[in-house]
């Protein structure tokens, strides 16, 4: 047995597992599938939190390191339980105070308390001990030629006899080491000196920065939500989401008026002077402020809302369009054409998605419109890149105007 031990101890040793980082890869717990996840053939950290909670807050970008960093760790689940919308959960297990987190092990809801540091490194080294994990991650093929190890205590010969011994087949499950932690990509980007004017005062962007200090505690509670906003822009061009150590960059932070931290300010395409953020600090504020300065229609998620795509001016045509008869149709589609000439931008892509619909609509007729939507409906709701998403959305949202 001892001589087994040192084997599993040769191994804990040499292997490393590489944890790729996604974001939400933290499972959502509610009434209805808690102790479908939880108590079962894995072991779960599970943070019981509430929104409006500044400390869960701070935690949520270091939770998601940590969820995304144990997804593929097949004994571990990583959860969390929305407390104001689960209270029966949360007062189940004698919830009083948020963050709290506690580790179900494998086949039990029983909980225990974590009571360690709130660091994503912190919370892994807890979840590897109490999960196994320690123990637990892939080789997926082992030979004696690549196991060498030089040493003095005989592990050479140790691994080369277990490879070998009757009956213990080799699938990718027998060894193990701890799952690290995983840097996760910012959507922010990060300003200096060198790329400030480059990024903030190109008149082709709408610039949204922050100018923070890292000692800030304002600035630490505001981040994921910030984090949050640059995800849901990433897929425009033309919107930048970003962030300024105004500790590190004073003058910078000078010239643009900052005495406190965090200052927000918005660099539209028309003023590059920038302007105050004087608005709310919850993801739904930022976005709607964006929408509304820079003319994008994103949610909170990054996907595009209904309006988007939406040009009023074709929209007139369109009801034209629609009402006429099959001959009149071709004089409103002259019409249409005309108009979508003075688009520029965005919009002037946008109209074009209306032209080829309306000549679709003379080919095949008034159902063509209710059809296809139906179709691209069918296509967002399988797994689709957002690029593609994007580009259904669009269509559904302008043919939703012929139908």
């Known amino acids: 047995m001892e001589r087994y031990n040192q084997i599993w101890y040769a191994f804990g040793t040499m292997a ?70 689960h209270k029966g959960v949360c007062s189940k297990y004698g919830v009083s105070g948020y963050p709290t987190l506690q580790w179900f092990p494998k086949g039990s809801l029983e ?27 892939f080789i997926k093929s082992v030979s004696p030629s690549h196991l060498s190890i030089s040493d003095k205590t005989g592990l050479s010969a140790i691994v080369f006899d277990l490879l070998h011994l009757q009956g213990i087949v080799l699938q990718n499950q027998y060894f193990w080491s701890n799952v690290k932690i995983a840097a996760v ?3 922010v980007a990060v300003l200096t000196a060198d790329n400030f004017n480059d990024i903030v005062l190109d008149e082709n962007k709408d610039v949204l920065v922050e100018f923070y200090a890292p000692w800030c505690g304002h600035c630490k509670n505001l981040a994921p939500t910030y984090e949050k906003v640059a995800t849901a822009f990433k897929s425009e061009e033309d919107v930048v989401v970003a962030n300024l150590d105004a500790d590190k960059y004073k003058d910078l932070a000078e010239k643009y008026g900052v005495s406190g931290f965090p200052t927000l300010k918005f660099f539209p395409k028309g003023n590059k002077a920038g302007e105050e953020y004087e608005g709310g600090r919850d993801l739904d504020d930022f976005v709607a402020f964006i929408n509304e300065k820079a003319g994008t229609s994103r949610d909170g998620k990054g996907q595009l809302t209904s309006k988007a795509g939406i040009v009023e001016s074709l929209d007139v045509l369109v009801k034209e369009f629609v009402a006429a008869g099959d001959d ?66 669009l269509k559904k949202n302008i043919l939703s105007t012929f139908a």
């Not at 270091?62 to 571990?76: D, I, M, N, Q, T």
């Not at 209306?354 to 967002?380: F, H, P, S, W």
């Open 328 to 393: 009149e149709k071709k004089a409103v589609f002259s019409r249409i054409e005309e108009e979508v000439e003075k688009l520029k931008g965005s919009t002037a892509r946008h109209g074009k998605i209306y032209l080829k619909a309306a000549k679709t609509c003379m080919v095949k007729g008034a159902d063509y419109a209710k059809n296809e939507i139906e179709r691209l409906q069918r296509m967002l709701e399988k797994s689709i890149s957002p690029a593609k998403a994007d580009e259904f959305t």
């Open 185 to 187: 990509p910012s959507s």
């Open 16 to 85: 490393l597992l590489a944890v790729s980082a996604l974001a939400d890869d933290v499972v959502v717990l509610t009434e209805d599938n808690f102790e479908k996840e939880v108590g079962q053939d894995k072991g779960a950290l599970v943070e019981f939190y509430a929104p409006w909670c500044g400390h869960c807050k701070k935690l949520a970008p270091e939770y998601e390191k940590l969820g995304s960093s144990f997804k593929k760790a097949k004994a571990v689940l990583i959860g969390k339980v929305d407390c104001d919308e």
């Open 111 to 137: 909980p225990k308390k974590y009571e360690g540091p709130r660091t994503a490194e912190a919370l892994a080294e807890f979840v590897n001990n109490e999960g196994g994990t320690a123990a637990a991650s």
